[in-house]
């Protein structure tokens, strides 16, 4: 059974004729690494947000969408909110824009992990300095302390990591989560998430520009543009036979004409 499935889904916002994502089908099976690519305005990031429902008010979502074999768009807001957090989880672009600015970085962690378990402040506290020690974060004792204006922008970064592992999910979906990171700190993120995937049983969803970043993570590649699925297939074999013009101006883009090692 796959994880997360996609058949014939669209997406229109409010106020347009034209959808933004044209009849996606797509499985992902347990365990699997798959990045979906594409340029600004392709529709990646509004087939992520239609599986997380977090569309904007008034957008239209046609087609299925199951996790596990269960349609995501049949359950409640309730059970959804309990599904996500807990077995489906999100690292955002923007780390500065999605952690809440007045409040410190350990009371928000501890809050994700007491809205899904019956952990007291003292154990919930310990779990976050582990999960902020298992990220690369130095003195976690003193850091969960800080606001995220006195992190950095690699370490704010490292935090929505954290704070997207630390109940154990199933399914992880990074959106664009080197973007705005420079190249040295891109890497050291790149490195993180590989190891923290090989770590736990995991499955991966990953939106990207960057075909570069997807070959570092993936094996299995999806290319969308104009809202609509190109092609799709392992790394290996897109990476040297694309069959669509676009695919092959992404990885000449690349300077890709290889497949990196060591992508399992």
């Not at 699997?32 to 957008?59: M, Q």
């Not at 991966?204 to 570069?212: A, E, K, Q, R, V």
């Given at each position: ?129 582990e999960a902020l020690a298992e990220v690369g ?8 302390k800080n606001f995220p204006h006195e992190l ?113």
């Amino acid at each position: 059974m796959s994880i997360i499935s996609l058949r014939q889904v669209s997406v229109t916002y409010l106020g347009s004729d034209v959808p933004a994502v044209k009849g996606a089908n797509l499985d992902v099976g347990p365990g699997e690494r798959v990045g979906i690519v594409g340029e600004s305005g392709s529709g990646k990031s509004t087939l992520a947000a239609a599986i997380l429902r977090s569309l904007p008010s008034g957008a239209t979502v046609d087609g299925d969408i199951t996790y596990k074999g269960e349609s995501l768009r049949a359950r409640s807001t309730a059970a959804f909110r309990e599904l996500r957090s807990v077995e489906l989880a999100h690292i955002p672009q923007d780390p500065l824009a999605s952690l809440n600015p007045v409040l410190r970085i350990g009371k928000q962690m501890r809050d994700v992990i007491q809205a899904h378990r019956k952990v007291n402040r003292h154990q919930a506290n310990r779990e976050v300095e582990e999960a902020l020690a298992e990220v690369g974060i130095p003195e976690p004792h003193v850091k969960r302390k800080n606001f995220p204006h006195e992190l950095s922008g690699g370490m704010r970064q490292r935090v929505l990591i954290a704070m997207s592992l630390i109940n154990q999910p199933h399914l992880l979906i990074a959106d664009e989560p080197t973007t705005a990171l420079d190249v040295t700190v891109q890497a050291q993120i790149i490195e993180l998430l590989h190891h923290q995937l090989a770590s736990r049983d995991m499955t991966l969803l990953l939106i990207t520009h960057d075909i570069g970043v997807v070959a570092e993570l993936c094996s299995y590649i999806v290319v969308m543009r104009h809202g609509e699925i190109l092609e799709q297939g392992p790394l290996e074999t897109l990476s040297t036979n694309p069959t669509h013009p676009y695919t092959k101006q992404l990885f000449d883009a690349a300077h890709m004409d290889y497949v990196t090692e060591d992508v399992a």
